[in-house]
């Protein structure tokens, strides 16, 4: 069933406001925490440091009303800045890839498609910035992917 939540974006810190989150909200992680290390090495990507390795790649924490906030670290080694602007994403969870295709070339017509739609090894991912300026990321989960 496709659903809609907020991804956050942090600079060192996610797990530190993920944990103040829980605290406020009074629930659960969905999940484990996923660390930078925690994920397959991918083909022609640049070494992580030992700080970044232990950056957070996901985390997820249920709010209100089935919202999820999720949320990850930017790595400086990458060229990532966080700014205000690229802090928080619109996350869209699609049942299948011809939907996601779908609500991604129209968001990102006049605006810019900051990663295609591609392969991860999480499933089918993409992200961009709409000609208002707003950041949407599109998944379809991979089903072999718990």
Request: charged residues 20%.
């Amino acid at each position: 069933m496709s659903k809609v939540s907020i991804y956050l974006n942090f600079q060192g810190n996610a797990e530190e406001a993920f944990h103040f989150y829980k605290s406020v909200f009074k629930t659960e992680f969905a999940g484990p925490v996923m660390k930078m290390k925690d994920s397959p090495p991918q083909p022609g990507a640049p070494g992580l440091s030992e700080k970044e390795l232990n950056y957070v790649m996901h985390v997820a924490l249920p709010i209100l009303g089935g919202t999820l906030i999720m949320g990850t670290d930017m790595l400086e080694s990458m060229g990532h800045k966080l700014v205000v602007g690229n802090n928080t994403t619109i996350n869209l969870d699609c049942d299948a890839r011809d939907e996601a295709d779908r609500l991604f070339n129209a968001l990102s017509a006049g605006g810019s498609d900051m990663m295609p739609m591609s392969e991860q090894f999480w499933g089918y991912w993409g992200c961009c910035l709409d000609r208002f300026g707003v950041r949407w990321m599109f998944n379809v989960a991979n089903p072999s992917i718990g």
